[in-house]
């Protein structure tokens, strides 16, 4: 998603594989093995829990239609570097069947550290607002992309049953300094209604 659009600024094609609960093949499998269903919860759906994040100055919020399974997605693309556009990506959706939460959220921390040249800097596994939750921020490397990600990842249970949601924002490693602040206020910033 980094590339801001299906083509991107730079023409590269947008990738379809980054830190995550939705992509990670561990959490794919650990859902399968129980036959637990996770259905995408799409934009301002009132039957699903809604989420927000603060959107900070040149931040832009991009429309539904360029990624249709995200809840939300925000790019500053004043900010791209070889390529690469700073975004923060929410995504959410609705687990039908029996799981544990907290074997659930082990294979997030499993899946990101099988990440290329993961290198971990944070973990944090305390609740989030009443709901587990698992926190991790570290930096990988794909093809010439070296990448700086932190995702909160959480088992929300609201109305209508329990939702797998996470923050997942994404820039060049080398852009960490100058938009830390930013993605730290996001982070904190992350409200489910």
């Known amino acids: 998603?980094?590339?801001?659009?299906?083509?991107?600024?730079?023409?590269?094609?947008?990738?379809?594989?980054?830190?995550?609960?939705?992509?990670?093949?561990?959490?794919?499998?650990?859902?399968?093995?129980?036959?637990?269903?996770?259905?995408?919860?799409?934009?301002?759906?009132?039957?699903?829990?809604?989420?927000?994040?603060?959107?900070?100055?040149g931040w832009e919020m991009l429309p539904d239609e360029a990624f249709p399974s995200a809840s939300l997605v925000l790019a500053y693309q004043d900010r791209i570097s070889d390529g690469w556009c700073p975004d923060a990506v929410v995504l959410q959706g609705k687990l039908l069947g029996a799981f544990d939460a907290a074997e659930l959220l082990d294979h997030v921390y499993r899946d990101a550290h099988d990440?290329?040249?993961?290198?971990?800097?944070?973990?944090?596994?305390?609740?989030?607002?009443?709901?587990?939750?698992?926190?991790?921020?570290?930096?990988?490397?794909?093809?010439?992309?070296?990448?700086?990600?932190?995702?909160?990842?959480?088992?929300?249970?609201?109305?209508?049953?329990?939702?797998?949601?996470?923050?997942?924002t994404t820039v060049m490693a080398g852009q960490l300094d100058e938009l830390d602040i930013d993605l730290t206020v996001m982070h904190t910033g992350l409200m489910i209604t």
């Open 115 to 168: 990440l290329p040249s993961w290198v971990g800097f944070e973990t944090g596994t305390g609740a989030w607002n009443g709901h587990p939750s698992m926190f991790l921020r570290g930096t990988y490397t794909v093809g010439d992309w070296h990448l700086a990600a932190a995702t909160r990842t959480i088992v929300y249970e609201g109305r209508g049953g329990v939702y797998l949601t996470q923050l997942t």
């Open 1 to 57: 998603m980094g590339n801001c659009s299906r083509d991107g600024p730079s023409g590269r094609r947008e990738r379809e594989s980054r830190p995550g609960i939705v992509t990670g093949h561990r959490v794919v499998g650990y859902l399968n093995e129980r036959g637990v269903v996770c259905l995408p919860c799409g934009r301002g759906d009132p039957a699903h829990p809604g989420v927000s994040i603060p959107q900070l100055p």
